[in-house]
């Protein structure tokens, strides 16, 4: 046993208060969870680490018991999934899809970090480093607002057309399917659905099929090519169509209201405010299916793009959760990788100009379509909504309309549209 201390402290969360880097307590390793971060370091050095952390004016607050080292790892989650399926793991930490837990080496192991139970263990120490000392980790970030820009002429009239009344509608007419299980009669009729309203907004619009687990399912695909000529790139934007209800089993109730209504009939949202805007660059527009079961639509969707095509992938901006109030304010979630780096700060920018929403990062992606782009080098980003709580009715008849805050919802497609946009032009 490597026994250790922990203690947490808390930075205020707003525009303008969070460090990229945690206040440094000599000696002490620490993780950073948004505007919280935990200090651990070794029980009989304890006294000197508190000692530093006055200096530095912190306020800590103290774990009683020591922890053994090799015993902490961070958990990416969806929902409450971890939690629901291993409820006898001690949690230290809950930010909600962020969790530091109290796990054996080797069943953090076993467990794995895998697409299907929707959740990752990883070890402290497999979290980006920031900083002089290599110890102080980053596992995702609650940054200073980037500064408002001027709101382009070309931008404003598209974030305006964004409108409760036409995502709820398209949002209500998803959820109302029994399921949209990927190999379902009912997801075949929600892509019916889609495909119609995709192009009666004057898009290029058609089916790709594709393989859940042996049986047959479908991505839609729309499209609508940019006038830059031979210099053209590619903006996707996308959501998974598909729901799923573990616990009832594959004939039960899923509306997927959260996971991922929201998404979907915000990409429908987008489609309509995109509408005739001249841009420079190709857009495409792709409800994925089989994500519930392994993000199995965007790996085939990735898997079929050319060289070419990969090549000029300009951004992937990618929606799963949108809709569920998990912090005091307003606040959404971007998860991207390096490469990802310029998509998210974009994005940020936009939330900043045209939203009121407070902004988290993660450099780790984790359990979205996002991550079949990212694992090929693409710059792609998942949108969701702010990490220190979580919605816990996902997969589950108990994700319906009446959890979802659209003030939320909708801040975040005009965040989305705004960068889109700029990024098409």
């Given at each position: 046993m490597q026994p250790v201390r922990l203690a947490t402290s808390r930075t205020p969360a707003g525009r303008g208060t969070a460090a990229r880097v945690a206040a440094p307590i000599e000696g002490a390793a620490s993780l950073k969870f948004g505007d919280e971060t935990v200090y651990f370091g070794a029980e009989d050095e304890w006294g000197r680490f508190k000692r530093s952390a006055g200096r530095a004016g912190l306020t800590l607050r103290e774990r009683p018991a020591p922890a053994d080292a090799a015993r902490l790892h961070v958990v990416i989650q969806k929902g409450r999934l971890f939690q629901q399926e291993h409820p006898e793991v001690p949690v230290l930490l809950d930010k909600g899809r962020f969790l530091l837990v109290d796990i054996d080496p080797a069943q953090a192991d076993v467990l794995g970090d895998s697409d299907v139970p929707c959740f990752s263990i990883r070890r402290a120490e497999a979290f980006e480093a920031v900083?002089?000392?290599?110890?102080?980790?980053?596992?995702?970030?609650?940054?200073?607002?980037?500064?408002?820009?001027?709101?382009a002429a070309h931008i404003k009239p598209v974030v305006e057309r964004i409108a409760r009344a036409t995502f709820e509608a398209d949002l209500v007419r998803l959820v109302e399917f029994p399921t949209r299980l990927s190999t379902s009669s009912s997801y075949v009729a929600a892509c019916d659905f889609a495909t119609e309203r995709l192009s009666a907004l004057g898009y290029e619009t058609f089916r790709q099929e594709i393989l859940v687990r042996s049986e047959p399912s479908q991505n839609i695909v729309a499209r609508r090519e940019g006038a830059g000529?031979?210099?053209?790139?590619?903006?996707?934007?996308?959501?998974?169509?598909?729901?799923?209800?573990?616990?009832?089993?594959?004939?039960?109730?899923?509306?997927?209201?959260?996971?991922?209504?929201?998404?979907?009939?915000?990409?429908?949202?987008?489609?309509?405010?995109?509408?005739?805007y001249a841009g420079a660059h190709d857009l495409q527009l792709v409800l994925?299916?089989?994500e519930e079961q392994g993000l199995f639509g965007s790996k085939q969707f990735v898997a079929s793009l050319n060289a070419t095509d990969r090549a000029r992938m300009r951004a992937i901006v990618h929606m799963d959760m949108i809709g569920s109030l998990n912090t005091a304010n307003p606040t959404v979630l971007l998860e991207g990788a390096p490469v990802s780096q310029s998509v998210m700060e974009g994005l940020a920018s936009a939330a900043a100009t045209y939203t009121g929403l407070a902004v988290q990062t993660s450099l780790n992606p984790f359990n979205s379509d996002h991550v079949s782009f990212i694992r090929k080098g693409m710059p792609a980003v998942l949108t969701i909504e702010g990490a220190d709580d979580a919605n816990d009715a996902i997969h589950s008849a108990r994700d319906t309309l009446d959890r979802i805050n659209f003030d939320l919802a909708l801040d975040t497609l005009r965040m989305n549209a705004a960068y889109v946009a700029e990024a098409l032009a």
């Amino acid at each position: 046993m490597q026994p250790v201390r922990l203690a947490t402290s808390r930075t205020p969360a707003g525009r303008g208060t969070a460090a990229r880097v945690a206040a440094p307590i000599e000696g002490a390793a620490s993780l950073k969870f948004g505007d919280e971060t935990v200090y651990f370091g070794a029980e009989d050095e304890w006294g000197r680490f508190k000692r530093s952390a006055g200096r530095a004016g912190l306020t800590l607050r103290e774990r009683p018991a020591p922890a053994d080292a090799a015993r902490l790892h961070v958990v990416i989650q969806k929902g409450r999934l971890f939690q629901q399926e291993h409820p006898e793991v001690p949690v230290l930490l809950d930010k909600g899809r962020f969790l530091l837990v109290d796990i054996d080496p080797a069943q953090a192991d076993v467990l794995g970090d895998s697409d299907v139970p929707c959740f990752s263990i990883r070890r402290a120490e497999a979290f980006e480093a920031v900083g002089a000392d290599a110890r102080s980790r980053v596992v995702f970030d609650a940054p200073a607002l980037a500064a408002p820009r001027g709101r382009a002429a070309h931008i404003k009239p598209v974030v305006e057309r964004i409108a409760r009344a036409t995502f709820e509608a398209d949002l209500v007419r998803l959820v109302e399917f029994p399921t949209r299980l990927s190999t379902s009669s009912s997801y075949v009729a929600a892509c019916d659905f889609a495909t119609e309203r995709l192009s009666a907004l004057g898009y290029e619009t058609f089916r790709q099929e594709i393989l859940v687990r042996s049986e047959p399912s479908q991505n839609i695909v729309a499209r609508r090519e940019g006038a830059g000529g031979s210099a053209r790139g590619l903006v996707v934007v996308g959501a998974h169509l598909d729901s799923i209800n573990h616990q009832g089993g594959p004939s039960s109730s899923a509306p997927g209201a959260d996971d991922d209504g929201t998404g979907s009939a915000g990409v429908l949202e987008i489609a309509r405010a995109l509408k005739g805007y001249a841009g420079a660059h190709d857009l495409q527009l792709v409800l994925f299916g089989g994500e519930e079961q392994g993000l199995f639509g965007s790996k085939q969707f990735v898997a079929s793009l050319n060289a070419t095509d990969r090549a000029r992938m300009r951004a992937i901006v990618h929606m799963d959760m949108i809709g569920s109030l998990n912090t005091a304010n307003p606040t959404v979630l971007l998860e991207g990788a390096p490469v990802s780096q310029s998509v998210m700060e974009g994005l940020a920018s936009a939330a900043a100009t045209y939203t009121g929403l407070a902004v988290q990062t993660s450099l780790n992606p984790f359990n979205s379509d996002h991550v079949s782009f990212i694992r090929k080098g693409m710059p792609a980003v998942l949108t969701i909504e702010g990490a220190d709580d979580a919605n816990d009715a996902i997969h589950s008849a108990r994700d319906t309309l009446d959890r979802i805050n659209f003030d939320l919802a909708l801040d975040t497609l005009r965040m989305n549209a705004a960068y889109v946009a700029e990024a098409l032009a």
